[in-house]
């Protein structure tokens, strides 16, 4: 059985000051919104090894890099919900 799906947030210096703090908070807003808090596994980790791709955030196995606002909601719609789109 599926355990469901894990999101890590990079909080290391790097990407917390690229502003991984605000896309924390934006995927708790998104998670909140379409009721996937219960199924979503969210944690920080103080670093992903990537710090000059930052903000990176990872969900399952699958790495994002310079992870943006704008590019976040298009990551998350694909990834959590299977819409296609942009991001």
Not at 53 to 71: C, L, Q, T, Y
């Amino acid at each position: 059985m599926d355990d469901g799906i894990r999101i890590v947030v990079c909080m290391g210096s790097s990407c917390f000051a690229r502003g991984n703090e605000k896309n924390l908070e934006l995927i708790e807003k998104f998670l909140e919104k379409h009721a996937l808090a219960a199924n979503v596994q969210l944690s920080g980790s103080l670093c992903e090894c990537c710090c000059g791709k930052g903000p990176n955030i990872r969900i399952n196995d699958k790495f994002f890099h310079a992870v943006s606002r704008e590019k976040l909601p298009g990551i998350l719609e694909r990834e959590l919900l299977g819409l296609k789109g942009k991001g």
